[in-house]
């Protein structure tokens, strides 16, 4: 599990270089919460495809507004 930290450079680290590198891994689940885009929300990404470096699924889900 991963919290995403503010920032644009944090942002492409969490949001695209870890999502590789965890995929490539085969870290079999990767949870992200990002209480710092637009709504708010926690991605869930599983069934890493190592060979590619992504996910065959990602469910993203907003998180409830306060």
């Known amino acids: 599990m991963e ?3 503010p920032g644009k450079r944090n942002q492409d680290r ?3 270089r ?3 590198e965890y995929a490539r891994a085969g870290i079999p689940v990767y949870v992200l919460i ?3 885009d637009d709504q708010g929300a926690v991605t869930l990404f599983t069934g890493p495809q ?3 470096a992504d996910w065959e699924d990602v469910h993203v889900s ?3 507004p306060t």
Do not use: E, I, L, M
């Open 18 to 20: 870890k999502r590789r």
């Open 50 to 52: 190592p060979d590619k």
């Open 14 to 16: 969490d949001h695209v």
């Open 62 to 64: 907003p998180t409830a």
């Open 3 to 5: 919290v995403a930290s």
């Open 34 to 36: 990002d209480d710092y």
